[in-house]
């Protein structure tokens, strides 16, 4: 039977001429017929397999190595994207908010979730995991710029008075000056797990999170500098605070602790911290903010912390802040209140000033909830020009106007 099924493929192969042989195969190996239950295979390629002539020039492809080689090298390829249209600043759909705040605009483009928004003047940058970067013009709603990336966007810090974007992805920290083609922007290969990046005012050293260790770099030089070590986890969120005369950078990480580094020389040789945090909280930290000599730190237990800084002592905290994961906070001066967001999508508002108020007194402190985004985490939040912006896992960033 083995040898009639053959025959019939040569015949069939010779007749489409992609046979050359004159006489059908005589010399069939004939495997021993099969036992029901056994657990032998057949040697013989499955159906729908390449023939030996496709597998043979994917070899001479693949410069002789082996077929899982070449497959391999496709499925690492960087995969196509198509170009998503251009984005807009369109009106809010509903009116969502408060009495004391309110949406006013949406920002739509992007095919994948928002993961940084950054804000200065009449520029808003937005970063996403969609491999782009976008630059919209807030004067007149529309999209002025973008830059895509091989891989997703983590990161994005916009310094106004150098026109330049910096942008940290899964695999490189990147700096574009959006007056010029993107495909002209300075890189820098990373070693693994880029989570946080800091660019702090008027400092020629910008900081970013590589694993458990974070690496200043010298934008102006393009040089390396220093080493922040001491953590444990992963380092996911930075923030720079200045105290008598002296600059400190905090660093919050997924093994529960934040820790403070003294950064008055820009930090250029390796260094550990030169206070921790105590004591840590349940879970690993997403987000810090300093506020005057305050600092607030977000976590993965859905509670928020104040600590003071001088004496580092915590003074407050609100157990739980969210009923979900605290993922970004900000500070929002005009109503001197800390914005915090959740990954189930909630944007609070809370009293700085009576932000340690117990739970069962949680009113005091709380300003405004709004359910910002629904079924959606929110991913960055930031305050501009009395505005407030939620980069959102929906695609979208909501700007919502401060009454």
Excluded at 45 to 60: A, I, N, Q, V, W
Excluded at 385 to 396: E, H, L, V
Aim: charged residues 25%; proline residues 6%.
């Amino acid at each position: 039977i083995e040898l009639m099924n053959l025959t019939k493929q040569w015949y069939q192969r010779r007749v489409r001429g992609l046979d050359t042989r004159k006489t059908p195969p005589r010399d069939v190996k004939i495997s021993p017929p099969r036992v029901a239950g056994s657990r032998c295979r057949d040697t013989a390629s499955p159906s729908g397999s390449p023939s030996l002539e496709r597998k043979d020039s994917l070899r001479r492809r693949n410069g002789g190595g082996s077929l899982g080689a070449a497959v391999w090298d496709r499925l690492q390829s960087p995969l196509p994207m198509e170009p998503a249209p251009e984005g807009h600043i369109v009106p809010a759909e509903e009116k969502t908010g408060h009495e004391r705040i309110s949406c006013v605009s949406m920002v739509k483009g992007h095919t994948h979730s928002v993961q940084s928004v950054s804000v200065h003047g009449k520029i808003m940058v937005t970063g996403s995991s969609d491999r782009t970067i976008r630059v919209w013009d807030l004067s007149d709603g529309k999209e002025a710029q973008r830059a895509t990336f091989p891989d997703p966007v983590k990161k994005v810090v916009y310094k106004t008075e150098e026109s330049m974007v910096y942008a940290l992805t899964n695999q490189c920290l990147k700096a574009w000056d959006i007056r010029t083609d993107p495909k002209t922007c300075r890189s820098t290969t990373l070693a693994e797990f880029p989570s946080a990046l800091l660019y702090p005012p008027g400092s020629n050293f910008i900081y970013f999170s590589t694993g458990i260790s974070v690496r200043s770099w010298n934008v102006s030089q393009w040089t390396a500098g220093g080493v922040l070590h001491g953590h444990s986890g992963h380092v996911m969120c930075l923030e720079h605070v200045q105290l008598e005369n002296k600059k400190y950078i905090i660093t919050g990480s997924r093994d529960h602790f934040c820790k403070i580094y003294d950064a008055t020389d820009g930090i250029v040789s390796s260094r550990v911290p030169t206070a921790t945090l105590n004591p840590p909280h349940f879970d690993g930290i997403e987000s810090i903010v300093c506020v005057n000599e305050h600092l607030y730190s977000g976590s993965r237990d859905t509670t928020i912390k104040q600590w003071h800084l001088p004496t580092k002592k915590e003074r407050g905290s609100q157990r739980p802040a969210h009923k979900d994961r605290v993922q970004a906070l900000t500070y929002v001066p005009t109503l001197n209140a800390l914005a915090s967001a959740s990954r189930n999508g909630t944007l609070k508002l809370w009293n700085e000033e009576n932000f340690g108020a117990a739970k069962s007194d949680q009113t005091k402190s709380l300003i405004v909830e709004i359910n910002a985004h629904p079924g959606s985490s929110i991913q960055d939040v930031t305050f501009h020009d009395n505005n407030i912006y939620t980069a959102s896992g929906d695609a979208t960033v909501k700007i919502w106007a401060i009454k």
